[in-house]
């Protein structure tokens, strides 16, 4: 199945947008999520589900957030392990010249399939509410067979090329409101960094989540994407 890139990228804008809007209360509570870790990514699983990008239910939001975190950290776990177990059979094996570059490419190609499977499996844990899914390595791969490899593959490297975009332009932006801000206000304007760069790093991370579940959803059987809610 192929994906529709440029209504992923604009659904996932426009989810952004209606994500980060609203008043203090709000961005009070976006804040205490990050405080406290575990419901930020409670609140990445929610966007994942395909939910309306509101806050609320703090319970499922923290439990939510924990198992999440498993699946990354477990996923982790494995990346760090099979670099460890290649690069340490180059040094029993001689590890210099050839063997050294062909374990430590190994590594890397190793490194970046589960990468790529890991962000599929953090979808289908929060679509199924089930940890085991998320291991079901499997199924994980079937669903990128679906979407086809070439298409997913493509479709991450897109990402990463507008969030490098997105990011350079938000931060530049931050860094010129702080600087006004600083000619009249002094401190006030770099006190005021750290808080425009969390906005920017929830902006990304809610854009990334959101287009994500998308890339997901475009091999399920359904055809198109789900409208945004708000």
Sequence with gaps: MSINYQRALEDSFDYTRDALRGGLVRWLQLIA?????????GYFVRIMRGDAPDLGGWGRLFSDGLKLLVVYLAYIGLMLLAA???????????GQGLVAA???LAA???????WLVMQMAAVR??????????????????????????????????????????????????????GIVGLFAGIVGILLVPVLMLAVSL????????????????GEATSGFPPVTA
């Design 33 to 41: 999520c990050i405080v406290v870790f575990p419901l930020i990514y």
């Design 84 to 94: 460890t177990a290649l690069m340490g059979g180059a040094g029993i094996l001689g």
């Design 102 to 104: 062909v374990a430590a």
């Design 108 to 114: 890397f190609v190793f490194f970046l399939v589960i």
């Design 125 to 178: 844990f929060a679509k199924t509410g089930s940890l085991r899914a998320a291991f079901d390595i499997p199924a994980v791969l079937a669903q990128i067979r679906t979407i086809g490899w070439g298409s997913y593959i493509f479709s991450q490297i897109i990402l990463q090329l507008v969030l490098m975009i997105f990011t350079m332009v938000l931060v530049f932006l931050v860094v010129t409101v702080a």
């Design 203 to 218: 902006a990304i991370y809610i854009f990334q989540y959101r287009y994500n579940t998308l890339v997901y959803e475009s």
